[in-house]
């Protein structure tokens, strides 16, 4: 069995760089393989509009099913890769299955980390990343008047709101003062931890959970400080690494994530690598980046199918110039980054409004490397012209942001 095109992921990566390819080659042969049971589809949704009814499972597809037939894709789910040999130019799946391509995309995404506590392989303790995941869930949670969610990151912030909105009763168990400490300024973590109280979640600061027992029906776990709690469920997001044991297997440069160049082109001829699993160059910034992202994870990956179609018809590659938008929502707090959004920087704050809307500028040098926006999706565009011209912080005021308000 020979493709001209493999794709190895069944997310939102794989599911653009399939356009990709069919816009600049209709008819070369296309396979995709996913480990998943469903084709691809968006997640975000499933810590949020899935639970509010904004959204429905029927509108998380990427592309309806009729749309693999019309473009000729050959979709296996339930396919896991397990190998891949670069130089004969093949990969094998878990049934042993041999497959030769001609280019090679691998979109393999990212895995929650696991929780490191005794007990935390039991039924009782879920990590949250798939549809699975959340159908499950959804299911046990018709049982459930009670949740504890282990840890900081912006998933476990989603969930805390989802569950309050079934009026779950929640305790939030945070390893540090307040959430994400590594991207969010002081100031605003703690914003979101009074937020997180004013909706009656219980949180806990500077903790973990350190052993997990479940009996008849209830959870008693035990925090690293020696406090108990009692719970019906516990959900994690203890954060996420990418999936790259496939590429280093086969010999790829992986650094924090498989190392591609500006075209999407790992270290080896034919291979390519998109969405959150790659570290590319991120032109803006004159480094390297991994970023975990859906806006980043269709671009990119719309961008790089693209390149491997223009690869195989000798076109020129197109450079990857878009600078992703990373975005997470706390109730009606909206959150919207690009650039370098990392603590260690200086950053200053411009508020609009305290607390509702405002603009985090993080600075190196008194100049701008990266932008959260709160609750002004209309600046986005302005935060990205800040990060792409190195802005000038001391020159940017707070009424710099007002005259597009609507
Ligand atoms: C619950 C949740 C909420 C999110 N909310 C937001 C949000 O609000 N805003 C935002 O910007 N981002 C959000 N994200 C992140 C965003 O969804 C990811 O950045 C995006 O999905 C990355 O797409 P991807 O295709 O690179 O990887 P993934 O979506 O992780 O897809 C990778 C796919 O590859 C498959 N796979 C892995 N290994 C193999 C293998 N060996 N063989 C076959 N298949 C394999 C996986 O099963 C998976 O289907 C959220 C993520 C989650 C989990």
Redo the contacts with the bound molecule.
Sequence with gaps: MHYRYCI???????AAALEGIRSVDAEGSVLL????NHR?Y???P???DLWTGERTLEQLPVHPDDWYREQRVDLRLR????EIDPEKRVLWDESGDEIGYDELLI????RPRRLQAMGAEQPCVRH???LEDYLELEHRLQRVQHVAIVGGG??AL?MCMALRGRDIGVTLVLPEEYPMPRMLPRELGVGIVEYLRDHDVEVVTGETLDRIVESAGHVHARTRGGSDLTTQLVLVDVGGEP?VE?AEAAGLDIDSGIVVDEAGRASQPHVWA????AEFPYPALGQLMRV??????EHM?RLVGANMASACTGAPLSAYDHMP?????VGELLFEGVGELSARLDHETLWLEPGREGAFLYTWEGRVRGVLLLGLSSRLEWARDLVRTNALAAEIGPTLLAPVRH
């Design positions: 190895v992921g069944g997310g939102v990566a794989a393989l996913s480990r998943e691809p968006h997640r975000p499933l810590t949020k396919r896991e890769v397990v979109a393999t995404g990212c949250f990343r798939d912006f998933t989603e999936l496939l998109a969405g959150d699993v975990e992202s859906s806006d980043h994870a990956g938008r990373k975005w997470f929502r």
